[in-house]
């Protein structure tokens, strides 16, 4: 573990170092950009630094081109024409809860005071008490990370629980694992209302206007139900992901985009609302997930120049497995509970339900209570038993996932994975 920043296993003072793992982090990320870079330049990919856009070219004939580049470090701006253009810019943490414009003096002091996923390593030590606001996956993932390592923690949701989109069985053995863990969770909230810092001479009881906190550097956190959290160093949002369309001028050629957060609409095939425009990843919104935006690249890139046998290829958004790096995590694949009996009707569903402490856990002299467990689901559907749902949360269930996606996504019935 001395790899991640902990030390004094010789002595009963174990301690972490968040500046270990922090620049240990960054070193790591400086390098795979690098070998990412150093892959493109092998490819003899010219790669431009800068901000791009779209414009009509109709409307400016003599700049030849439709996509316009504004070089970083430099005055000029160059013009290109491409047979095949790709949008793959990705999305960006979204600050501001419930879609918040950030022209109120609330949503002004939530800019100010609080962090993205994106600052989450950009901190410069550990902090004592943080708020981590947000039902999805990179809130229960930093709330696990940062309660793991010390930190007191709370989780804000809006409603009464965190991942509510996925299985019953998972969000509800997450959330008993979360408390257990110690993670004060804050629910049916409706978001954050402010964000108070203590050197603004803030109240830490809004019933008691004498008791002031000053200088401290601490915050209080209004949540829109009332409540209040006091002390917290830091607020994290993650509460959503926007696409990084901004600036792109993507209506000045037709692109089309969804109307509520502008993500791009595309068919089966990553094309979109205007020939030999394409689209791929988080900035399209349909599967926000780094492996599905490199298979979308290459069936798109199959498609495009590999040939007739090729002429047909396109992603599949079925049956996409994914993995939550909660504590514990979550391995899941396919259909609910819910969505099986609305799809197939009870009568044609059967689940198969397990639960039980790892056995990694056998040796440990604790009570068996106590032993953090694995819960697993199988549904299934029909006479044949086809499995359309598969959910895992414990030890391992990143793992498991890998062999798992690949049995449902060759149809395995139950027999199968009895065999």
Request: proline share 3%; glycine share 10%.
């Amino acid at each position: 573990m001395q790899h991640y920043g902990f030390s004094g296993y010789d002595s009963d003072a174990i301690s972490f170092d968040w500046s270990y793992i922090k620049n240990a982090r960054d070193a790591y990320i400086r390098r795979l950009n690098a070998i990412y870079q150093r892959n493109m330049d092998n490819s003899n990919v010219t790669t431009m630094f800068g901000s791009a856009s779209f414009f009509n070219s109709t409307e400016n004939e003599e700049d030849g081109g439709f996509i316009k580049v504004a070089v970083d470090h430099d005055t000029t701006t160059k013009y290109y024409k491409a047979k095949h253009v790709l949008i793959a810019t990705g999305g960006y943490p979204e600050l501001l809860p419930n879609g918040g414009d950030g022209e109120d003096d609330d949503d002004d002091e939530i800019q100010k005071h609080a962090i993205t996923s994106d600052g989450f390593f950009e901190l410069d030590e550990l902090p004592q008490r943080a708020v981590v606001v947000g039902a999805g996956y990179i809130a229960v993932e930093l709330a696990g990370v940062l309660q793991a390592l010390g930190t007191d923690t709370s989780l804000v949701v809006r409603k009464h629980k965190a991942m509510r989109t996925f299985d019953d069985m998972l969000s509800d053995a997450l959330d008993q694992e979360m408390q257990r863990q110690g993670i004060v969770i804050y629910r049916n909230t409706n978001g954050v209302k402010s964000i108070k810092c203590s050197d603004e001479h803030f109240n830490t009881n809004e019933e008691d206007d004498d008791e002031e906190e000053e200088g401290t550097g601490k915050k209080k956190v209004v949540l829109n139900n009332g409540e209040v959290i006091p002390e917290v160093d830091v607020i994290l949002m993650a509460t959503g992901r926007l696409p990084a369309v901004n600036g792109l001028n993507l209506s000045s050629i037709g692109v089309m985009q969804e109307e509520k957060k502008g993500y791009v609409i595309t068919n089966d095939y990553s094309e979109t609302s205007v020939p030999n425009v394409y689209a791929i990843g988080d900035v399209c919104g349909k599967v926000e997930l780094t492996p599905m935006a490199i298979a979308a690249g290459r069936r798109l890139a199959d498609r495009l120049f590999g040939g007739a046998e090729h002429a047909g290829a396109k992603v599949s958004y079925d049956n996409v497995p994914t993995v939550v790096f909660s504590h514990p995590p979550i391995g899941t694949i396919g259909l609910t509970e819910r969505q099986a009996l609305e799809k197939y009707g009870p009568q044609n569903i059967k689940v198969y339900r397990s639960k039980f402490p790892n056995l990694y856990y056998g040796p440990w002299m604790v009570e068996a209570e106590d032993k953090p467990k694995t819960a697993m689901k199988l549904i299934c559907a029909g006479k044949e038993e086809l499995v359309v749902g598969l959910h895992v949360i414990g030890m391992g269930a990143d793992e498991m996932l890998q062999g798992f996606g690949i049995a449902m996504k060759m149809g395995a019935t139950k027999a199968d994975f009895d065999a």
